[in-house]
C-alpha cells in the first residue's frame, strides 16, 4: 500500500533536514513526500524544488504563492494527492521532524490493521510510553490550559489532538478536508469535531486510534508566536460557534420557515 505524506513548509530554509528526507526515501519504498510551500519568504520553494529533482518519482512540491497558514496548507496538499490517486493513505507531518518518520511508520501500520477498520490514527505527546518527549515550560503551560479547554469542547477521551502527525483513510481524508477550516491553527480541532458530527459519539471512537509516541520532541523557532498562543481560546470559542452554534440556528430558522409557509394559508382567509 503506497502512503502519502503532506509537509507544510513556512520559510523552513534553515531546518529543512533534507538528508533524513534522502534516507528516509531510499529506506522505505511505498510512501511519498508532498511538500507544500505556504508562502515562504525564504529559499524554502527552491530548496524544494532542487530535492525534487533527485525524487522526481517520490516527492511532490505544491506551491502556494500566499502565505495562508497551516491549516490551509495540508488542506491543499491533501487534496492534491487526492487527486493524483497514487496513494491509499494519506497524513501529515511537521517539517521540522519533531516526529520522526519510524514514528509516523507506526500510524501508518496501526490504519492498515484490517481487523480494526480503522480511519483515523495520530500521535499522542502524552502518556507513559511518551516520556521521552521534550518541550519548554512555556507550551507545556499552554498546552495544559488549552488541551482542557478542547477536551470539553470535544467531548471525546483524546489526550492530545494537537500532534503534528495525523494518518488517514481515503474516505476520512476526503471528508475532512473538503472544505476550508475555521482556524489557521487549530484545525486538528475541527477534524476531530466533523469525524464527530459524521457518526456518533460511540461509532467515531471505533474508528479513531491514539498512539502514544515513543519520542517526540519540540524544535525552536515554533511558527506560533506567544501573542498568538494567547488568542487560542478565543479561537476555541470561535471554532465551537461555528460547529455547533450556528448549526442550531439554522435549524431553528429553518423550523420557523415551515412553520410561517404552514401558516400562510389560515393568515390569508
Request: with cysteine; net charge positive.
Amino acid at each position: 500500500m503506497k502512503s502519502g505524506i503532506i509537509i507544510p513548509c513556512y520559510n523552513e530554509a534553515n531546518r529543512l533536514q533534507f538528508q533524513e528526507f534522502d534516507q528516509f526515501l531510499k529506506d522505505d519504498r511505498d510512501t511519498v513526500l508532498c511538500f507544500v510551500n505556504d508562502g515562504s519568504k525564504d529559499a524554502t520553494l527552491e530548496l524544494l524544488n532542487q530535492f525534487q529533482q533527485s525524487h522526481l518519482e517520490r516527492v511532490h512540491v505544491y506551491d502556494m504563492p500566499q502565505n495562508q497558514g497551516k491549516a490551509e496548507a495540508v488542506r491543499a496538499g491533501i487534496n492534491y494527492m487526492l487527486e493524483l490517486g497514487t496513494c491509499d493513505n494519506l497524513g501529515f507531518m511537521d517539517a521540522d521532524l519533531s516526529t520522526s518518520f519510524e514514528e509516523y511508520l507506526g500510524l501508518v501500520d496501526n490504519l492498515k490493521c484490517e481487523s480494526r477498520n480503522l480511519q483515523l490514527v495520530f500521535g499522542s505527546r502524552k502518556g507513559e510510553a511518551s516520556s521521552n518527549t521534550e518541550r519548554g515550560f512555556f507550551r507545556k503551560l499552554m498546552s495544559t490550559i488549552i488541551g482542557s479547554m478542547i477536551r470539553i469542547l470535544l467531548q471525546l477521551p483524546i489526550n492530545d489532538t494537537q500532534c503534528g502527525a495525523k494518518v488517514f483513510s481515503l474516505d476520512a481524508a476526503r471528508y475532512c478536508f473538503s472544505r476550508p477550516f475555521v482556524s489557521r491553527w487549530l484545525f486538528d480541532v475541527e477534524i476531530f469535531i466533523r469525524m464527530r458530527t459524521r457518526h456518533s459519539r460511540k461509532q467515531v471512537m471505533q474508528i479513531l486510534a491514539e498512539i502514544p509516541l515513543k519520542k517526540w520532541v519540540a524544535v525552536g523557532d515554533s511558527k506560533i508566536t506567544m501573542s498568538e498562543s494567547v488568542k487560542i481560546p478565543a479561537q476555541l470559542l470561535k471554532i465551537a460557534g461555528t460547529y455547533y452554534l450556528k448549526p442550531q440556528f439554522a435549524e431553528g430558522v429553518r423550523a420557523a420557515s415551515i412553520l410561517f409557509l404552514s401558516l400562510m394559508p389560515f393568515l390569508r382567509s
